[in-house]
């Protein structure tokens, strides 16, 4: 598709352009004339995360942000994330419940309530081999029930694919091919024919954990970093020494150094923390 292609690198180069002062300044331009995402006020937000912490550790800045400027925030989290510990006497079932008690203290944190939350429920580490026309499709539902005014993801890469780890890669393919397939009906048509889903087109995209030369948005987020530690250190069981041996707690001397460390390693830019994000208003057709 020439023509797409055209367009799509015509705004990358401005898009590109926009990025070089994206953040404080506004820049300049048409497309710099809309509210910035930190400032956009009752929206609807949606956001697709692979596991129950990628949301906070991406975008929890961004999220506590949206929170408190009153738009609405519904995430959407594909796995349980029932794997990830050393523990030999940790069980998937017992894991499944403690990140997900983790993911809605976190969520808590940023202003996010739990009846925002939608589990999908897959197997963490195995999205990749779940049914992918059933992935897509209730990714798809979702997004035409929702509508969103802003989506956010992981990032599926623009220019290389991004991702070696598996769940990720799944949810950044699977999240953007559900944004196409929401605005064209035959795809899936039993959504509107059954249940009344009606078409919707994404019209703005912010995608996390963006490799650095493809970021192209920064948003500031001094004002609630200290809301995204407090998230973070809610995964307790993401980090040493519960990821070993569980706890449901941290010592007080562990939790100061995490923290410290945490702040240490976030991006930052121009002296200022900040989440890196690529904004797209539409996606790729070559
Ligand atoms: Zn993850």
């Not at 070089?20 to 956001?47: F, N, P, V, W, Y």
């Not at 499709?137 to 005014?149: Q, S």
Request: glycine share 6%; aromatic share 10%; with cysteine.
């Amino acid at each position: 598709m020439p023509g797409a292609t055209r367009r799509n690198r015509e705004k990358r180069d401005e898009t590109t352009d926009l990025g070089a002062d994206a953040l404080g300044s506004g820049g300049c331009g048409s497309e710099a004339e809309e509210a910035r995402l930190e400032d956009l006020q009752g929206k609807t937000i949606l956001l697709f995360t692979p596991h129950p912490d990628d949301d906070a550790f991406g975008a929890g800045g961004t999220i506590a942000l949206l929170n408190r400027n009153h738009n609405k925030v519904l995430i959407v989290l594909y796995t349980n994330d029932d794997k990830g510990s050393y523990d030999l006497e940790m069980t998937s079932q017992r894991l499944a419940r403690i990140r997900k008690a983790e993911e809605e203290a976190g969520q808590a944190v940023l202003g996010t309530p739990k009846e925002n939350l939608t589990w999908m429920g897959y197997d963490d580490g195995m999205l990749e081999y779940a049914p992918q026309p059933k992935l897509v499709e209730e990714a798809t539902a979702i997004i035409r029930r929702v509508r969103p005014d802003v989506l956010l993801s992981v990032d599926p890469g623009e220019w290389y694919e991004r991702w070696h780890k598996t769940d990720h890669r799944m949810a950044a393919f699977n999240t953007i091919d559900a944004v196409r397939a929401a605005e064209f009906w035959l795809y899936f048509p039993n959504q509107l024919l059954q249940r009344n889903l009606q078409p919707s087109k994404v019209p703005l995209m912010y995608f996390f954990y963006t490799a650095p030369q493809e970021a192209n948005y920064w948003v500031n987020i001094d004002a609630t970093m200290d809301s995204k530690v407090e998230a973070a250190m809610k995964h307790v069981s993401q980090f040493e020494p519960a990821i070993r041996k569980y706890r449901p707690d941290w010592d007080p001397a562990t939790l100061a150094a995490t923290q410290e460390q945490f702040r240490k390693l976030h991006p930052r830019k121009d002296g200022h923390f900040v989440e890196a994000l690529r904004r797209e208003t539409e996606f790729n057709q070559f």
